[in-house]
Structure formats: structure tokens, C-alpha cells
């Protein structure tokens, strides 16, 4: 079964500082990977993805995340953070071999410091 | 191209009672999922479809929810009777067949009093 581990329930940043929140996910395979964004009473926005290929791969809003197969894990950064990126990130793990289930992590709440 | 519709965005139900959330996804997509959000958690998926077919159901209380896929395309969650752990967000969300990637409706926020 797949499993996502997000070990960090909250981060505080300051505005313009750097920010990387950390997923570890448990699968037998290669999965696809993704990190999605959640703002207060809003649906789940993707930020990035990914399937294969390039391991550093490049999101919106000036995300990019790494996949590092070797530590299992999937971490988000961003360079400098803006004040509109405090909201709840979840790291999420899928596989076409298990139907396309998508498993979730717990989430990391980002506040942003002015 | 329109995204994930859901109805209603807040529902207040008293325990025991029954209800009912719609979802309508993006058009083409073969793979519909419905996930329940516990404040302070990660999404838990509930059910996911295939077409009109279920690919997995194993995390839905099958004693008091249901749901159905129509024709391949809508879908109705139903809680029968309802109890104050359902309290949730309960989010749609749909994805082209074999891709992966889920584009998510804005949610039902469900308060069960």
C-alpha cells in the first residue's frame, strides 16, 4: 500500500525567506508524485507534479519540487515566499498500477511572517 | 475549460438525519474520486470510480454512505444516518483516464450538530 509522510504539521517563514517542506512517501514502485495547495474554504489547487524524466521539476507560482528515489522523497521549495503563500500544502502519491489511487499526506501549514 | 462543479458549499444537518452532495467533473474525465477532510488532515478518499464502475471503496463506511456514478458522469455521495464524526469537507475531484494528475472541486462543508 502507498503511504505519504509529511513530518512538519507547521512552518513559520519570514516574507522573502526561503521555504522547503518535506514529503517522504512509501510505495513499492515508482509513483507519481504531486504537491497541491489548499487555501482557507478552497478546493485543492496543483502545484506541480511528477510522472518521470527530469527529477527537478518546475511548478507555478515559483515552486519547484525534487524527487530523490534513493530517500523516498518528494520536497517542495520555494526561494523566497510571499505573503499570499501562507495556506496548507499536501504532498500526495498515485500509481496507474493502483488504479490511479491518490493518497495523501497529512499537510504542512505555512504561515508567512511580515 | 470549466473545473470540478460541487453543490451545496455548506450543508448544517442534525445526527441522524440523511444528506446528499453532488458533483459534476470535468468533462472527459473517466476517473471521478470522492475524499472526506477532517479539520486539521490530509484528504482520505472514500470511493473512486472508473466510468460507472468503483475501483475502491475499501475506506467507505458502507453502513451508513453510498454513492453512485450516473451514466458515467455525475455523482451523488449520500450519508444515511448521519453522525458528528462526519463532520468533514467532502471534496470531488476528477482526472483524465491513466494520467494521474486530479483537479479538485472547492468542497462540501458538511457540520453535523
Known amino acids: 500500500a502507498q503511504s505519504v509522510t509529511q513530518p512538519d504539521i507547521h512552518i513559520t517563514v519570514s516574507e522573502g525567506a526561503s521555504l522547503e517542506l518535506r514529503c517522504n512517501y512509501s510505495?513499492?514502485?515508482?509513483?507519481?508524485l504531486f504537491w497541491y495547495v489548499q487555501s482557507p474554504g478552497q478546493g485543492l489547487q496543483l502545484l506541480l507534479k511528477?510522472?518521470?524524466?527530469?527529477?527537478l521539476v518546475q511548478g507555478i507560482k515559483g515552486f519547484e519540487a525534487e524527487f530523490k528515489r534513493s530517500q523516498s522523497s518528494f520536497n517542495l521549495r520555494k526561494p523566497s515566499v510571499h505573503w499570499s503563500d501562507a495556506a496548507e500544502y499536501f504532498c500526495?502519491?498515485?500509481?496507474?498500477?493502483?488504479?490511479?489511487?491518490?493518497?495523501f499526506g497529512g499537510g504542512t501549514r505555512v504561515l508567512v511572517k511580515p | 475549460e470549466a473545473g470540478v462543479a460541487q453543490s451545496p458549499r455548506y450543508k448544517i444537518i442534525e445526527k441522524r438525519q440523511s444528506v446528499a452532495f453532488w458533483c459534476n467533473p470535468i468533462?472527459?474525465?473517466?476517473?471521478l474520486y470522492w475524499y472526506q477532510q477532517i479539520l486539521g488532515q490530509g484528504p482520505k478518499l472514500l470511493i473512486q470510480?472508473?466510468?460507472?464502475?468503483?475501483?475502491?471503496d475499501s475506506q467507505l463506511p458502507k453502513d451508513r454512505f453510498s454513492a453512485e456514478r450516473l451514466k458515467g458522469v455525475d455523482s451523488t455521495l449520500k450519508i444515511q444516518p448521519a453522525k458528528l464524526e462526519d463532520s468533514a469537507v467532502y471534496l470531488c475531484?476528477?482526472?483524465?483516464?491513466?494520467?494521474?494528475?486530479?483537479?479538485f472541486g472547492q468542497g462540501t462543508r458538511l457540520t453535523v450538530v
Open positions: 511528477y510522472f518521470s524524466g527530469d527529477t
Open positions: 510505495y513499492g514502485a515508482t509513483p507519481y
Open positions: 470510480f472508473q466510468n460507472n464502475g468503483v475501483v475502491d
Open positions: 468533462s472527459g474525465h473517466a476517473t
Open positions: 475531484a476528477s482526472s483524465l483516464v491513466r494520467a494521474g494528475e486530479a483537479f
Open positions: 500526495a502519491v498515485g500509481a496507474e498500477a493502483a488504479g490511479n489511487k491518490l493518497t
